[in-house]
């Protein structure tokens, strides 16, 4: 079994920063892709950052140049700094990660963070 974590969601007024993390743990044999996800109420839940196991990273238009995803392989976890954050940031942000495991031989399953509550508002 393997379980994300995420921390760092909370209150910020707008043009502030926020840092979330998400560590993954359990029975991995590695992690490929890794990523950012949110869902504002209302709204379908959208792909904020992804960053690959070389590094490789891609966001969403509404993110760029203030938002900064990142990773540290050794500890299976994700970061995502967010800068000058605006009220349409509002939203519930979950980790994903795609992880390697071994059940006789090796399968690729898609794990999911429990979410944690960025609200950004005056």
């Known amino acids: 079994q393997v379980q994300l974590v995420e921390s760092g969601g909370g209150l910020v007024q707008p043009g502030g920063s926020l840092a979330l993390s998400c560590a993954a743990s359990?029975?991995?044999?590695?992690?490929?892709?890794m990523a950012w996800y949110r869902q504002a109420p209302g709204k379908e839940r959208e792909l904020v950052a992804r960053?690959?196991?070389?590094?490789?990273?891609n966001y969403a238009d509404s993110v760029k140049g203030r938002f900064t995803i990142s990773r540290d392989n050794a500890k299976n976890t994700v970061y995502l700094q967010m800068n000058n954050l605006k009220p349409e940031d509002t939203a519930v942000y979950y980790c994903?990660?795609?992880?390697?495991?071994?059940?006789?031989?090796?399968?690729?399953?898609?794990?999911w963070g429990q979410g944690t509550q960025v609200t950004v508002s005056s």
């Open positions: 994903n990660a795609r992880v390697m495991v071994v059940r006789g031989r090796l399968h690729e399953y898609d794990y």
């Open positions: 359990g029975s991995i044999f590695s992690i490929n892709t």
């Open positions: 960053v690959t196991s070389g590094g490789s990273t």
